[in-house]
């Protein structure tokens, strides 16, 4: 760290941002059943077991209801079409109840498959890291008392921005980590609504959204390699290195800070994305 205050905050908030940006590059990678060594996913399984019985109630119930409203009378099911149909439809929905979990698992090793293909081939996020040029440390150091006011300021806005920055896209990572578990520990619930032909809809729905928090990981991975393109794999370049340090500073802190809400705003929009690409 620099011994001026002023460059010392301006690099400790890019810091912030670059161990975030590094925190995303390994959450992305990370597997439900390894992140915080498994203690979470632990929970998820004795909830999704405990609801396994209630699942089943519910799949019993629905395939009834199913049968009601789509048999006018039990001589419909004279037709071995008729009650071959309903019978897949009940030991298809009853293996989704018992297995959801090894569902769950499998479908996510398979989207998180292609996330780390895209990261395997797009690299690292080095292009992505901040730094303050050496410029502007230069010019900083020589501000004078009176003139560094200003430079205050401005760096405490700035500072404070980049930071907050940093932690709602952190924030909107780990909010995809939480909503798979939620998915994960409450699917028997979901999973039988394959029960019924009414209900059948619900169940499709869940999986359908399940794939699409899935593939936001290769959504966001993508993000951060176009914010690393977008910035010109390095910082912004100083428009005037004769302008007046306040003018520097300002003038990179806001190309700086436009960058990083282009990054947080796609970030925060992988699940549209997702299900705009899906049709989910």
Same mark, same amino acid.
Request: aromatic fraction near 10%; proline fraction near 2%.
């Given at each position: 760290m620099d011994d001026n205050w002023i460059v010392e905050n301006l690099e400790g908030a890019f *810091?912030?941002?670059n161990s975030k940006l590094t925190e995303i590059w390994s959450l992305v990678s990370e597997t439900p059943q390894h992140?915080? &060594?498994?203690? /979470?996913?632990? +929970?998820c399984q004795n909830i999704n077991t405990a609801l396994? *019985? /209630? %699942?089943?109630?519910l799949l019993i119930l629905f395939f009834a209801i199913s049968i009601f409203r789509s048999t006018a009378n039990f001589q419909d099911f004279r037709r071995p079409e008729q009650a071959l149909r309903h019978f897949i439809r009940f030991v298809a929905a009853k293996t989704a109840v018992t297995y959801g979990m090894d569902i769950m698992t499998t479908l996510f090793t398979i989207c998180g498959g292609i996330v780390s293909t895209v990261a395997g &081939? =797009?690299? &690292? =996020?080095? %292009?992505?890291?901040?730094t303050l040029p050496e410029e +502007?440390?230069?010019? /900083?150091?020589?501000?004078?008392?009176?003139?560094s006011i200003p430079l205050w300021l401005v760096t405490i806005l700035g500072s404070v921005f980049i930071t907050a920055l940093s932690f709602v896209m952190i924030m909107t990572v780990y909010s995809r980590f939480f909503r798979l578990y939620m998915y994960t520990a409450l699917a028997p +619930?979901? #999973?039988s609504t394959f029960a019924g032909d009414v209900t059948s809809n619900t169940g499709r729905t869940f999986i359908k959204s399940y794939l699409g928090v899935c593939m936001e990981g290769a959504v966001i991975v993508l993000a951060c390699m176009i914010f690393a393109a977008f910035t010109g794999g390095g910082a912004p370049g100083i428009a005037d290195p004769d302008a007046s340090a306040v003018t520097m500073v300002w003038s990179y802190l806001a190309e700086t800070i436009f960058n990083m809400l282009v #990054?947080? %705003?796609l970030v925060k929009g992988a699940d549209r994305i997702v299900k705009e690409m899906m049709a989910l």
């Open positions: *810091a912030t941002w992140f915080k &060594n498994g203690a /979470i996913w632990a +929970i396994q *019985a /209630i %699942g089943y109630g &081939n =797009l690299g &690292n =996020l080095t %292009g992505a890291s901040v +502007i440390k230069t010019a /900083i150091d020589e501000v004078g008392f009176l003139a +619930i979901p #999973l #990054l947080v %705003g």
